[in-house]
């Protein structure tokens, strides 16, 4: 029998960097904003994330015992109105209550220094009946509508569904293209600022803000 010789292989070590493990952060680059909803004595019940590109655009969280983020709302829990523990305050003081279609046109009204809420999820009907509760005792609420046929939806749903238990709260639709005609469709507060100035929406409001409250 002729032998066949045996083939050596050479193996070599390679040289590669201690393996660590990256561990997922809550926000990535997708995250366009954290919006926290708190209770009435400020603690953090929940947040809603807004999100870019792939997936879901809006996600809800909140912290597990373990101090980690669960990716689901909190049990037990209710849901509540953005801003609630300033919304409560300024119904004490006697203020009007500025109400958007979404949190971050809430969180600009905020900025400028008014008092704004609005709830979560997507849809013109989002604004439910056990919301109500959280605005007791409010004299005036200006529903801030953007420039489309969804944003007038909502705000004529939502007026009915705060009218229904509170007929005695004054409700006013504050539309942005009757504050600037120019304004293309699909236009909000922010595009409201672009084209004008911050300055100028903010005295703008003001204005409102002092004649219907005063009615």
């Known amino acids: 029998e002729e032998k066949v010789e045996e083939q050596k292989v050479e193996l070599s070590i390679p040289k590669v960097s201690k393996a660590e493990i990256k561990e997922e952060t809550d926000e990535d680059e ?9 209770n009435v004595d400020g603690t953090t019940l929940y947040e809603v994330l807004r999100r870019t590109g792939k997936g879901q655009p809006f996600l809800i969280r909140h912290k597990g015992e373990d101090g980690k983020y669960i990716y689901k ?8 109105p953005y801003n609630l523990p300033n919304v409560r305050q300024a119904i004490e003081e006697g203020r009007a ?4 279609e979404g949190e971050s046109k809430a969180d600009t009204l905020k900025r400028l220094g008014f ?30 509508i953007d420039n489309d046929e969804a944003s007038e939806e909502f705000a004529e ?5 705060i009218l229904s238990e509170h007929k005695d709260i004054a ?22 600022i672009d084209k ?4 100028t929406v903010k005295v703008t409001l003001e204005t409102i803000e002092s004649t219907y409250a005063e009615d």
């Open 30 to 38: 997708n995250t366009v904003a954290v919006h926290p909803y708190y």
């Open 73 to 80: 709302r909190p049990k037990n829990v209710d849901l509540v």
């Open 97 to 100: 209550i500025w109400l958007t």
């Open 115 to 144: 008092v704004s809420t609005t709830c979560a999820f997507k849809g013109v009907d989002k604004w439910y009946s056990f919301y109500n509760e959280y605005i007791k005792g409010a004299k005036t609420v200006l529903i801030l």
């Open 157 to 161: 749903l939502t007026t009915k569904t």
């Open 171 to 192: 409700i006013y639709p504050i539309r942005v293209i009757e504050i600037c005609s120019s304004l293309e469709e699909g236009a909000d507060i922010d595009d409201l």
């Open 196 to 199: 004008t100035s911050e300055d």
